[in-house]
């Protein structure tokens, strides 16, 4: 089976500054699909950016890309010049890819509670 | 456009009572699913639809939590006999993906979730 683990409960980062938050996963699949997600107070979950497991290039989103290293089984959220609308918590997801048939859920971390400090 | 809408937003229930819990997907969307969200934990998966078709439900706790999706659209999902356990965040999602190539690796758009205290 697979899973995911976010081994950060809780980060801050200063207005302005940079933050990565860290994601590891286990999976034997070769064809699969990585998330990030946002959950702000209002509890409505975002998608924040996406990764195809078969794309070598990380995904860009704006201010957000990922360093995705396919043979550590890592996939890190990079935040660049955080703003007070970044704060919330984060989670990190995989999906099986399209081959799997009707295995279309989403496997969630734990989430990181990002603080953005003024 | 409208998003994913749920309803109640807050629903409280005392312990052996049955609850209904209702979304209604972005219009159009072919997949519906439902994730449960204890406090301070990631969600976890439930059950899958496409169009009316329940493909997934190995997330279903036990017999007491039961979906449904008549007509490929709104979706509710019914919790018979609460316990306090059942207490959660309940989040459906829905998306664009059906078989076809094109749709495929669509995102899934998320409601507000239904808080559910169990009494």
């Known amino acids: 089976a697979q899973t995911v683990t976010q081994s950060q409960p809780e980060m801050s980062v200063q207005e302005a500054e940079t933050v990565t938050l860290s994601c590891t996963y286990d999976?034997?699949?070769?064809?699969?699909?990585l998330f990030w997600y946002k959950q702000p107070p209002s509890r409505q979950m975002i998608l924040v950016i996406r990764q195809e497991a078969y794309k070598q290039q990380n995904a860009t989103e704006n201010r957000f890309s990922v360093n995705f290293q396919k043979a550590a089984k890592s996939f890190s959220l990079k935040i660049s010049d955080s703003q007070l609308g970044d704060a919330a918590m984060y989670f990190c997801?995989?999906?099986?890819?399209?081959?799997?048939?009707?295995?279309?859920?989403?496997?969630w971390g734990l989430g990181t509670s990002l603080a953005v400090n003024p | 456009g409208a998003g994913v809408s749920q309803s109640p937003r807050y629903k409280v229930a005392k312990r052996g009572q049955d609850v209904a819990l209702r979304c209604d997907p972005i219009?159009?969307?072919?997949?519906l699913f439902w994730y449960q969200q204890a406090l301070g934990q990631g969600p976890e998966f439930l059950t899958y639809f496409q169009n009316e078709a329940q493909l997934d439900k190995s997330g279903l706790p036990s017999d007491r939590f039961f979906a449904e999706r008549p007509e490929g659209s709104v979706s509710t999902l019914k919790i018979q006999r609460t316990q306090q356990e059942d207490s959660a965040v309940y989040l459906c999602?829905?998306?664009?993906?059906?078989?076809?190539?094109?749709?495929?690796?669509?995102?899934?758009?998320f409601g507000d979730g239904t808080r559910l205290s169990i009494l």
């Open positions: 999602a829905s998306s664009l993906e059906g078989d076809g190539p094109s749709f495929r690796n669509q995102p899934q758009h």
């Open positions: 219009s159009g969307h072919v997949s």
């Open positions: 997801a995989y999906r099986s890819g399209y081959n799997a048939g009707n295995n279309r859920k989403l496997i």
């Open positions: 999976t034997s699949e070769s064809d699969y699909y």
